[in-house]
């Protein structure tokens, strides 16, 4: 596996859980969705693979080394993070933060051609790039983040709420992107309030409840026979179209 969590306890302070006992997997080549509501602890525990967020008890590994390693570093292991935030710099021009992506990077003669490859996956930014970050939309402002992401050659890409607040037609771009990068085998966690279009194009799915316990997990189809999950969402999984 990819990335392997199994069994994290994350909390705040001495009281505040977040996440609790929480078990989930990440193949080599899978788009593994996190599903659930506001509070579920789903960003949390992305941070915690990050290693922003220290594990109580537990273990999350990447590619069977520990995150809590002194030793671990998220840029030796491949793994990029796109946050909620976006976490661009603003007062940079989006060109400046493509660069940036890279900068870790010893294969140098091949960052033009990778800086190529995501202007041509998303073309406003080739558009924007001599404009300031901080002047691009909320949707033009994620499309950098990706690709900036992207531009590390990641061994796995997180996608925290990469849809969050924007317009319809941005959305639909950002998950024919993330169809487009499982299709080239990119391992994937995305997680994702928007259940249904996070089902149709995921492989598997985690459906997670505050406080960060796992309701239930598997395709879309496992997940409809679950009466726990379908009464959660509010639908059946098994109702949506998968794109696969």
Known sequence: MVLRIEDVHLQYGSSVRAVQ??????????L?????????????????????????????????ASVASKSYSTIRAGVSHVP??????ASLTVGENLRLGAVTRKDKAQVAADIERE??????????WNRGASLL???????????????????????DEP?????????????DVVVALREQGMTILLV?????????????????????????S??????????????????SPAEVGVTR
């Open 21 to 30: 006992g929480c078990s989930l997997d990440v193949g080599e080549g899978e």
């Open 192 to 216: 994702e309030q928007n259940a249904v279009r996070s089902l149709e194009v995921s492989d598997r799915s985690y459906v997670l409840q505050a406080p960060g316990k796992v309701l239930g």
């Open 137 to 159: 939309s909320g949707g033009e402002q994620q499309q950098l983040a990706i690709a900036r992401a992207l531009l590390l050659n990641p061994r796995i890409l997180l996608l």
């Open 218 to 235: 598997g395709t879309a189809a496992e997940l409809g026979r679950m009466p726990a999950v379908v009464e959660y969402l509010g639908f």
């Open 84 to 89: 909620e935030s976006r976490g661009i710099f």
């Open 163 to 175: 849809t969050l607040g924007l317009a319809p037609i941005v959305v639909d771009l950002i998950f």
């Open 32 to 64: 593994v969705s996190l599903i659930g509501q506001n509070g579920a602890g789903k960003s949390t525990l992305v941070k915690a693979i990050m290693g922003e967020v220290p594990v109580a008890s537990g273990s999350i590994t990447v590619d069977g």
């Open 119 to 128: 202007l041509e996956r998303f073309p406003i930014l080739r558009t924007y």
